[in-house]
């Protein structure tokens, strides 16, 4: 993939979405409200913690009725973000990287080595941030991605998963 970008705004996720942006039965991203991110600001095949590449993306929450499904239910009169969809993000993301680097197959989270949450996303937070450092990457018969990610609301790093596994299941033919 000669052409591939190094940031994508909202409309590039979307397309991804729907499997316009790697083409049908390759790595996807889920369509919104499950996209927990609004544009990947950054990605790279060389740099980050590993050196074997980064991706970052952002996710403004103040104000914004894309979170407004989940802070109106988790939970009645307590709002918070619940931490299964920061971890999803992370996972969407790795999965992202495999389909920028032009791998084929769909991705599917594989499983994470450990998981720390230190805050809490609440409808005061403005803005998340994703970071994600590529460990491994296995591009033979296997397409699998090994990473470790972070997600900072308002600068301040709130989850920590180390070992986020995302891996690219063949399509039949």
Same mark, same amino acid.
């Given at each position: 993939?000669?052409?591939?970008?190094?940031?994508?705004?909202?409309?590039?996720?979307?397309?991804?979405?729907?499997?316009?942006?790697?083409?049908?039965?390759?790595?996807?991203?889920?369509?919104?409200?499950?996209?927990?991110?609004?544009?990947?600001?950054?990605?790279?095949?060389?740099?980050?913690?590993?050196?074997?590449?980064?991706?970052?993306?952002?996710?403004?929450?103040?104000?914004?009725?894309?979170?407004?499904?989940?802070?109106?239910?988790?939970?009645?009169?307590?709002?918070?973000?619940?931490?299964?969809?920061?971890?999803?993000?992370?996972?969407?993301?790795?999965?992202?990287? !495999?389909?920028?680097?032009? %791998?084929? *197959?769909?991705?599917? /989270?594989? #499983?994470?080595?450990?998981?720390?949450? &230190?805050?809490?996303?609440?409808?005061?937070?403005?803005?998340?941030?994703?970071?994600?450092?590529?460990?491994?990457?296995?591009?033979?018969? !296997?397409?699998?991605?090994? %990473?470790? *990610?972070?997600?900072? /609301?308002? #600068?301040?790093?709130?989850?920590?998963? &180390?070992?986020?596994?995302?891996?690219?299941?063949?399509?039949?033919?």
């Amino acid at each position: 993939m000669a052409d591939r970008k190094s940031s994508y705004d909202y409309e590039d996720l979307l397309k991804c979405g729907r499997g316009e942006l790697f083409g049908q039965g390759n790595a996807q991203l889920p369509l919104p409200p499950m996209l927990m991110f609004e544009r990947i600001t950054s990605v790279t095949e060389t740099g980050g913690a590993h050196g074997k590449g980064q991706i970052k993306a952002e996710f403004d929450i103040a104000g914004n009725p894309a979170t407004d499904w989940f802070f109106s239910c988790h939970f009645h009169n307590d709002p918070v973000m619940p931490g299964c969809l920061g971890l999803d993000a992370l996972w969407q993301l790795t999965g992202f990287y !495999l389909g920028w680097l032009g %791998a084929p *197959g769909r991705g599917r /989270a594989r #499983g994470v080595g450990e998981c720390k949450f &230190t805050g809490m996303v609440t409808p005061k937070v403005k803005r998340l941030e994703y970071v994600i450092d590529f460990k491994s990457i296995v591009l033979r018969k !296997l397409k699998l991605a090994v %990473a470790d *990610g972070v997600m900072k /609301a308002d #600068g301040e790093v709130f989850y920590q998963a &180390t070992d986020l596994k995302v891996f690219l299941e063949p399509v039949a033919a």
